[in-house]
């Protein structure tokens, strides 16, 4: 009680001569937090003193003190830059590690050794230190003391089989998710999303048709799956459709015969686009690029599969041109980056069509279509996410159901990964780029 009393008075006294007093109450209030957090978990004198001395050293980095008399002048604690441990989500998530790490290591201790768990204890504190925004990464990632990385939601169900969980971009972290969701109508043997479609649209997630009811709309609102009360106007599931989005709405295209028409949903209403494709595109993609909306591949029962590129411009869809390396494709994915259009995946018909030229990545410029690479493993009826030079590939249909991450550097594929297999298959689950602190499971 003394220590705090005095850092009042102190406090007070600094307003008159430092000018980033504000910011010293700030990373006080951090210090007597750490310095509880450390202590209430203490079980000897030992660990008892190391928190005092680490109480210490926390108040002489804060602006104004002893190793910033300045305040931020010269002083490069995290709060004198743009680092916010509170909000920033690296941050948390590498606390979240820490704590994780520590329940571990107490596990490993024998019943009643208080000398294991405060040691625990005290390697918890030191990891922290090393989290973005924190004294060994004060200006947050990237940083040498924790590994900063990308993260992806995936989400994806079948009749009998659900997975919900967020993973990081090498596989070394994966939690299991919870999003409330509306209940399942009792005439459904379907769960609520699968085969359901899903676009990412000015900011938000969008999900739309499904085996359960193939006219809802849906929006992911922070934790929670709310349906709205506009429908679509033709069903919808996302075996046999696909769908893309622009700056104004989502197109919902192809998955009822003769699949050559589309729909398109502003956030709003939605509304029938007129035009029609001259080919089926029942199983193909979509992808939105350089201001255009291109539908690639497909097939249909009653018609040989292609390869064919159409675009849909302001007067209808135009032929664009032919995948003619992937003329007996469907059911691969396509995803749009900044220079072009990445597509891997699909069932291959064509009797020459080799095991190695199922694994490749084909980039298409708009203008001529080329090999830039090759997935470690096929992948049917997947689902991707763009994560900056990261593309995320999550399996659909297709053992071992790999979820696989390549690197891109605008004009080939440099490496791939493995980082997770399913148990079983899920026709084109959900992806999108995630946040490891949001919507935590009970249970994992």
């Not at 992806?152 to 089989?161: A, D, I, K, M």
């Given at each position: 009680m003394k220590i705090f009393a005095f850092l009042a008075v102190h406090s007070l006294a600094q307003e008159q001569t430092c000018k980033d007093w504000e910011l010293e109450e700030r990373c006080l209030d951090q210090c007597r937090l750490i310095y509880t957090d450390c202590t209430q978990n203490c079980s000897d004198n030992t660990c008892q003193t190391q928190c005092v001395n680490r109480y210490s050293a926390c108040m002489a980095d804060c602006p104004c003190n002893i190793n910033c008399p300045n305040g931020c002048d010269g002083c490069d604690h995290p709060l004198c830059g743009n680092c916010d441990a509170e909000s920033n989500m690296y941050s948390q998530q590498c606390k979240n590690e820490a704590v994780q790490k520590e329940s571990l290591c107490k596990k490993s201790c024998e019943m009643a050794d208080d000398e294991c768990y405060s040691q625990c204890h005290l390697e918890l504190m030191?990891?922290?230190?090393?989290?973005?925004?924190?004294?060994?990464?004060?200006?947050?990632?990237?940083?040498?003391?924790?590994?900063?990385?990308?993260?992806?939601?995936?989400?994806?169900?079948?009749?009998?089989?659900?997975?919900?969980?967020?993973?990081?971009?090498?596989?070394?972290?994966?939690?299991?998710?919870h999003y409330d969701s509306p209940p399942e109508k009792a005439s459904s043997q379907y769960g609520y999303f699968d085969r359901i479609g899903h676009e990412i649209f000015q900011g938000d997630i969008y999900f739309f048709g499904g085996r359960s009811d193939e006219l809802k709309i849906a929006k992911l609102d922070a934790c929670e799956v709310v349906e709205l009360d506009v429908r679509l106007l033709f069903p919808y599931d996302s075996y046999y459709g696909a769908s893309t989005a622009d700056e104004e709405e989502i197109y919902i295209c192809f998955s009822e015969s003769p699949y050559r028409y589309c729909e398109g949903f502003d956030g709003n209403q939605m509304r029938e686009i007129s035009y029609t494709t001259e080919y089926s595109h029942q199983k193909g993609c979509m992808a939105y690029y350089d201001d255009d909306v291109y539908a690639i591949g497909g097939t249909r029962s009653s018609e040989p599969t292609h390869g064919e590129v159409e675009i849909l411009g302001y007067s209808g869809w135009t032929l664009g041109v032919t995948m003619n390396e992937r003329r007996g494709s469907y059911g691969h994915e396509c995803l749009s980056v900044s220079n072009g259009i990445l597509l891997f995946g699909g069932v291959a018909e064509e009797p020459d069509y080799n095991w190695e030229k199922k694994k490749a990545v084909h980039f298409f410029t708009g203008t001529n279509w080329s090999v830039v690479g090759y997935l470690k493993e096929r992948q049917t009826y997947p689902s991707g996410a763009v994560i900056g030079n990261s593309v995320f590939v999550v399996s659909g249909r297709k053992k071992p159901y790999a979820i696989e991450r390549f690197e891109w550097n605008g004009s080939n594929v440099t490496s791939s990964e493995i980082i997770h297999n399913h148990i079983d298959n899920l026709t084109r689950p959900m992806v999108w780029e995630g946040n490891p602190t949001l919507c935590e499971a009970e249970c994992n």
């Open positions: 030191n990891d922290k230190m090393d989290c973005p925004c924190m004294d060994n990464c004060p200006n947050g990632c990237p940083c040498d003391s924790f590994k900063c990385q990308s993260y992806v939601s995936v989400f994806g169900e079948n009749y009998h089989y659900k997975e919900s969980y967020v993973i990081s971009a090498d596989g070394s972290f994966r939690e299991n998710r």
